[in-house]
């Protein structure tokens, strides 16, 4: 594992992403802890301007009490008996639509306000694309590791050794979140270039500080615009290795977004006793 051949494809990688292999549609690595996770995901959004919903998470399930031991996750491994502790994987928001009611993005290319839009918050075109980004958090059983070399016998003792240990509770362990990202060429039937690239959904801590602001009673839409604005540029640049695009609807929502989601979480009644929501045209 190395960070070496990178291109113009992968320049936006973080340098703690350890790449273990990458071709022109897939490139995949590790990284250490949650926090990196997200900052890995957040620089790929930005740089490739594709975004994601989940379509699995197996944390849920029932965990075994005897984990499957594994010498290798996919393309990692370090000589060292492993188990994955949990999958998630996300789908290319082109891809299968599941929801019942189909959404269009010309409801954001909007010509009037009219009341019905406000409630249609999430949309994007959903045309079969393959793409989808798997995250698999892997338990390292360290005390176990092997040499390169070590024979059949000697792996099968470092396996019946971790089962031991699992058992009489002295598991020493490390973890890792092994990462496979889809590059340009992973998408079907979509454009990731430039200037078409961007997607409608609002990014979910510009989201989550609308949301912020209207339980503290704060719903004027020009007034959110500003300092959302201000907490994109400031807070939201720090993460990342790559700056959100200026134009990026889902960093830089507009008037009308903004106000959908002003509603929305009115119309949730998480928040209620506060002055009329302020109705204010773009
Ligand atoms: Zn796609």
């Not at 740089?47 to 031991?69: E, F, I, L, M, N």
């Not at 060292?80 to 996300?90: A, D, Q, T």
């Not at 019905?116 to 949309?123: A, C």
Request: hydrophobic share 25%.
């Amino acid at each position: 594992m190395d960070n070496e051949g990178q291109n113009s494809h992968t320049d936006w990688l973080p340098t703690n992403f350890k790449i273990c292999t990458s071709s022109e549609e897939y490139i995949t690595g590790i990284v250490s802890s949650e926090e990196e996770l997200k900052h890995l995901l957040e620089s790929h959004k930005r740089a490739s301007g594709t975004s994601y919903t989940v379509w699995s998470d197996d944390s849920h399930k029932k965990q075994k009490v005897t984990p499957r031991c594994l010498w290798k996750v996919e393309d990692y491994s370090e000589h060292v008996p492993l188990s994955v502790k949990r999958r998630v994987i996300y789908a290319c928001q082109h891809g299968k639509n599941y929801k019942k009611t189909p959404t269009t993005d010309d409801l954001y290319t909007e010509h009037e306000y009219t009341r019905r839009k406000r409630f249609h918050i999430q949309n994007s075109k959903k045309v079969d694309c393959p793409a989808k980004l798997y995250v698999r958090y892997v338990v390292r059983y360290d005390q176990f590791a092997v040499t390169k070399t070590s024979s059949r016998t000697e792996r099968q003792v470092a396996i019946k050794g971790v089962l031991e240990s699992l058992k009489e509770k002295t598991t020493v362990t490390s973890e890792i979140i092994h990462v496979k990202i889809p590059l340009e060429g992973a998408h079907k039937n979509h454009n990731t270039s430039q200037n078409c690239h961007f997607s409608n959904n609002i990014h979910y801590m510009v989201r989550d500080k609308i949301q912020e602001y209207v339980s503290l009673g704060i719903t004027s839409v020009p007034f959110l615009k500003k300092v959302l604005k201000t907490f994109v540029q400031k807070e939201l640049s720090e993460m990342g290795s790559v700056l959100p695009h200026p134009q990026d609807p889902s960093y830089y929502p507009s008037s009308h977004v903004i106000q959908n989601h002003v509603h929305q979480a009115l119309v949730c009644g998480k928040y209620s006793g506060f002055d009329q929501l302020q109705v204010e045209k773009n």
